[in-house]
C-alpha cells in the first residue's frame, strides 16, 4: 500500500533549514515540494540537497496545490506576514521559534488558523525528543514525587556574525527553555532575570541571560542561555536538562551523541536534528494525517512570550520576582 504523502515548502533556507530539510528525508510521510528564499542561490542549494523546485516567490509557493504545508523559517520579521498569507491560502503552518514579536500577533495567527480551519504550529522543537517525551511521563504519572526543581542549561558558542541574525538572547533563545518549562512543569507564578554582555562588540544586545521562575508548588525553575560560552570541561554539555522530585529525577544531554559538522550551530549534535525530526513527524504523522493537536500550541507561545516579556521588566526594573499576567 502506498503511504499518504504531505508536501511541504519552505520559506527561507538558511541554518535552520538544513534541520527542516535533514527532518522531512526522515519522515516517509513527509516529501519537500519546493522553496523559496529570497536569495536565490540558497533557494537552488536547499533544493539540490533536499529536492523539490525553486519557486519565483512566495505567491508562486502559494499557488502550487502540491504544498500542503508551509515552514515559516525566515527571520522573525516576517513570520507573521508570511504565516497569515500562507493560512489563508489553505495551508497549514509550521513556524519557527521565536513565533512573533507582540501577544496581539500570536492572536491574529490563532483566529486566522481557525477561520481557514488549518493547523499553525510553533516550531517548539526542544521537546520533540524521545527523552523529553518519557521525563514529560515521569512527571505527570508521578514517578518523580513532588518536582522541586528544573535545570535548563544552554552553551553553544554563537560567533558574534551567526548572533546578529537572531538578537536578543532572552528573547529569542531563552524561549526554548519557557517553552520546555510549560510543556513539564506547566505555568510559573513569579519570574526574575539577569542577563549580561561578554564577547559582542558591535552587537547591542546580551549573550548571556539567566532566568528564574517559581511554579505554584515551590518549585524553582533554573534557565540558562549562553552564547558566549561552549562548556569544554570534564562533563561538558551544550544543552541539559535536569528535573529533581522527592522521588527521584531525569537528565538528558545533548552529548549523547556528537560528531564533527560546524558548518553551523549544533549541527552535528543528533539530539538537536532529533528534535525538528520529531517536531515534523508529529505535524505531519499526527497532526495533519491524524486527529491530535500539537504537544505546544500556540496558547503555549502566547504564555512563553508572556513569561520572557515578565523577565524582561524584571531586568529593566532591577525589582527581582514579579508575578505573570497570564
Ligand atoms: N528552532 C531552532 O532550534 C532554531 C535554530 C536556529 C534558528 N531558528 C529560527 O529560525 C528562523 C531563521 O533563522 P536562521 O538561522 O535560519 O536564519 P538565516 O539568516 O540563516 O536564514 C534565513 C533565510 O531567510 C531568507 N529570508 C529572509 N527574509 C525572507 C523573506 N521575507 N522571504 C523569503 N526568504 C527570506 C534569507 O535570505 C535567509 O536565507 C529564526 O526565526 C530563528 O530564530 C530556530
Not at 513527509?30 to 525553486?54: I, Y
Not at 522530585?245 to 549544533?266: F, K, V
Amino acid at each position: 500500500m502506498q503511504l499518504r504523502t504531505v508536501g511541504s515548502a519552505f520559506v527561507g533556507t538558511g541554518i535552520v533549514g538544513e534541520m527542516h530539510g535533514r527532518a522531512i528525508n526522515r519522515n516517509p510521510t513527509s516529501r519537500l515540494v519546493g522553496v523559496f528564499d529570497r536569495d536565490e542561490s540558497k533557494a537552488a542549494a536547499a533544493a539540490a540537497k533536499f529536492g523539490g523546485r525553486v519557486y519565483a516567490g512566495l505567491d508562486d509557493l502559494l499557488a502550487d496545490p502540491d504544498v500542503e504545508l508551509v515552514h515559516v523559517l525566515t527571520p522573525l520579521v516576517s513570520h507573521l506576514e508570511t504565516a497569515l498569507k500562507a493560512l489563508e491560502a489553505g495551508k497549514h503552518v509550521l513556524i519557527e521559534k521565536p513565533v512573533a514579536q507582540e501577544i496581539g500577533d500570536l492572536e491574529t495567527l490563532q483566529q486566522t488558523a481557525a477561520k481557514a480551519d488549518r493547523l499553525c504550529m510553533p516550531a517548539h522543537n526542544y521537546i520533540y525528543t524521545p527523552s523529553i517525551q518519557r521525563a514529560k511521563r515521569l512527571i505527570d504519572d508521578g514517578s518523580l514525587g513532588e518536582i522541586c526543581g528544573f535545570w535548563m542549561f544552554f552553551n553553544i558558542y554563537h560567533s558574534e556574525e551567526i548572533a546578529a541574525r537572531y538578537g536578543s538572547v532572552l528573547r529569542e533563545t531563552c524561549i526554548h527553555h519557557v517553552y520546555s518549562m510549560l510543556h513539564l512543569l506547566g505555568r510559573p507564578v513569579n519570574v526574575t532575570a539577569m542577563k549580561s554582555y561578554i564577547h559582542y562588540e558591535k552587537l547591542e544586545v546580551e549573550d548571556q541571560a539567566s532566568i528564574m521562575c517559581q511554579m505554584p508548588n515551590g518549585a524553582i525553575a533554573n534557565l540558562w542561555c549562553s552564547f558566549a560560552a561552549n562548556d569544554p570541561t570534564t562533563d561538558p554539555w551544550s544543552v541539559l536538562y535536569k528535573v529533581l522530585g522527592t522521588n527521584g529525577g531525569i537528565c538528558y544531554s545533548w552529548n549523547e551523541a556528537q560528531y564533527e559538522d560546524n558548518r553551523g550551530p549544533a549541527w552535528g549534535l543528533p539530539c538537536y536534528e532529533d528534535g525538528f525530526a520529531g517536531e515534523v513527524e508529529y505535524m505531519v504523522n499526527r497532526c495533519i494525517l491524524g486527529d491530535q493537536g500539537p504537544l505546544s500550541t500556540l496558547d503555549d507561545a502566547i504564555d512563553a512570550l508572556k513569561i520572557v516579556q515578565t523577565a524582561e521588566h524584571a531586568v529593566a526594573s532591577g525589582r527581582g520576582a514579579l508575578e505573570v499576567e497570564y
